[in-house]
């Protein structure tokens, strides 16, 4: 029976990069015996211009109705699109809060890896990273500082604002469970990354992640404080496998993982919620200003094609080849104009589509 997977093309280089994905998830579906059914979705400044709202009723239950969606990017440019003369609520980001939220997505995944041929453009020294580094970030999306109750009040005349970080222990529960899922399809080690030293919230944490962990005797767990967290990350990322962690914490440690690698045209992610559903899409946005030139870069659309293989369709095989065919195609010299240096050939977002496609047939 075919899978019915949704598809957003969005904005921007959108459409581009999802078109490329496309081309590739069919040709693994060939190789691999599986058939693939897809259905497009409006979401962001795309379903402004056909409905007048970023989100519809009608693309949640179509999005609900698929065993995942993949999507390019959404939003404009801030300064010259009608879109943002619109109230905040209307605008194309509303519509990606709004899918997050009606999918209920709190499971938030960001791999950071480090491929041979890009390694000139990691920032780090080249002894931090000699033997590379291949980690993914779980980070808990639905809870925490984020969503805490927050005001400002003035207290003996002074103006004061407080904001409340709350975890409870099912909350900390289902998130730790996808990263030691996770952990089990790759090197099975898992940090968990808190402020236990001064947090109650951490403190629950720990002890229930603790408690995951006894259901998962092959993962090897350890605990890290954030702060010390953020200097490994750029001292010794290779140490890392799954990284998993809380709403602000993974915020800003899949910011810094992923800078560690140097090319935003590379970086997937997923948001995944209880089921094996999940949503996923390049880290980087919708890029305006080449947006139409066939210049972006697809691969990080591409990777998060074989997220999804992987994480929501059990396709494991195929998701590797993927991911397989990508390193192919990087060493043989093929390069999108972001990631492109001296002596190599610069390819279109098409042809580097079709280079990866056919690296997998
Ligand atoms: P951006 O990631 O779109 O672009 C930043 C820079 O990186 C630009 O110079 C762009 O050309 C380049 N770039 C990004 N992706 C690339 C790719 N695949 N290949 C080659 N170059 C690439 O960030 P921005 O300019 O701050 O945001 C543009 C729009 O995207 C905004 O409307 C923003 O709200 C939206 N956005 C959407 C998402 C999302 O859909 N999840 C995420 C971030 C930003």
């Known amino acids: 029976m075919a899978i019915k997977i949704g598809l957003i093309p969005g904005d921007g280089i959108g459409p581009e990069i999802v078109a490329e994905a496309e081309k590739v998830l069919l040709a693994a579906a060939d190789k691999y015996g599986f058939t693939l059914d897809f259905e497009k979705l409006l979401l962001g400044g795309a379903s402004i211009d056909a409905t007048g709202l970023p989100l519809t009723e009608e693309t949640v239950e179509k999005a609900k109705a698929c065993e995942a969606v993949l999507m390019g990017s959404i939003g404009g440019d801030a300064k010259t699109s009608p879109w943002y003369q619109l109230p905040a609520d209307k605008r194309p980001e509303a519509g990606l809060l709004g899918i997050r939220k009606a999918l209920n997505l709190f499971a938030n995944l960001r791999p950071a890896y480090l491929y041979d041929e890009l390694k000139d453009a990691c920032p780090l020294k080249p002894a931090m990273t000699e033997n590379g580094f291949d980690m993914i970030i779980v980070r808990e999306l639905t809870g925490g500082l984020y969503f805490g109750k927050r005001y ?55 002890a229930v992640v603790e408690e995951v962990a006894a259901d998962y005797p092959e993962v090897t767990l350890e605990h890290m404080l954030v702060d010390n967290c953020a200097m490994q990350l750029v001292m010794n990322p290779g ?24 090319s935003i045209g590379m970086l997937s992610s997923a948001s ?26 697809p691969i990080a659309t591409i990777l998060s094609a074989a997220m999804m293989l992987r994480f929501s369709l059990d396709r494991d095989e195929a998701a590797d080849a993927i991911e397989k065919a990508v390193e192919q195609v990087l060493k043989e010299g093929y390069r999108t104009a972001d990631i492109w240096s001296e002596g190599c050939e610069k390819v279109s977002t098409d042809r580097m589509g079709s280079l990866i496609a056919e690296r997998l047939r």
Not at 195 to 206: E, P
Not at 239 to 262: H, K, P, R, W, Y
Not at 279 to 291: K, M, Q, T
Request: net charge negative; glycine share 6%; no cysteine.
């Open 239 to 262: 140490q890392f496998d799954v990284i998993l962690t809380e709403n602000m914490f993974g915020d800003i440690l899949s910011d810094e993982a992923s800078m560690t690698t140097g």
């Open 152 to 206: 400002t009040e003035t207290v003996n005349g002074l103006r004061t604002a407080v904001d409340t970080l709350t975890y409870n222990e099912e909350e900390i529960r289902r998130i730790a469970v996808k990263a030691f899922d996770i952990a089990m399809k790759r090197r099975k080690k898992v940090t968990s990354v808190d402020k236990a030293n001064v947090l109650d919230s951490s403190r629950l944490w720990r």
């Open 272 to 297: 995944l919620n209880e089921t094996k559903f999940g949503l996923y899409e390049p880290s980087h946005g919708s890029a305006p200003d080449i947006a139409g030139k066939n210049i972006a870069n």
